[in-house]
């Protein structure tokens, strides 16, 4: 918790200063993110590989089957969704909500996927994903990728989702990537108005509470 405050402080101090601070050393990894067994890995990458293909054809059923359907409470967390699904009937509602469809054409991917065991039939993974889609209601197709979690469970029909969770980093870093790989010639930077929404969110009473919580010099 004191190196993700203090990270975060000294990436707001850089904003202040110019408005094309980048994140350097301290957002990336010493080292590659390798699981021990790869042979797990390499069977959660092929579930994943399954649920690509089905989220390309759209076929809810086909996702939902993907799922452990006897386990009594799933959970699942979408980067577009304010809150957890928890329960078979609000994860089937998100693979299938009623009404008519909006999206045109969708692309999930995963990748960087690690794997390890949690007990004997069930495993936990981390990948990221890609995901491109064109809806209805926009004039373009549009981008985005996240961190992303989720455990498995063992079955006979083979590993089956119990949870998933989808985690964009923090807006201030996410904008800040998207500017850095796409912004055109002579775009403003985004990065100081959002340092701005982070202290208009700050808590009223915390400066009250710095004054008996900080740091002794």
Known sequence: MHSKVAILGYFLAGLLVTQFVFAGGHNQARKPAIAKDQA?????????????????KQDPAGLAALWDQNDPEPFYLAEEQDEWRIGWEQVNDYFDPPGDSTVTSIRMRFDGVQARWLADDLAFAKFWIRFDTKMDFLPNAIG???????????TDAGWRLITWAESPGSPILYVQRLYKQHREEGEQSPMPYISKLYERHTREDFPEYMETHKKEE
């Open 144 to 154: 985005t990728d996240a961190r992303a979690s989720a455990i498995f469970r063992k």
């Open 40 to 56: 797990l890995t390499a069977e959660i990458d092929a579930v994943l590989n399954e649920y690509e293909v089905l989220w390309d």
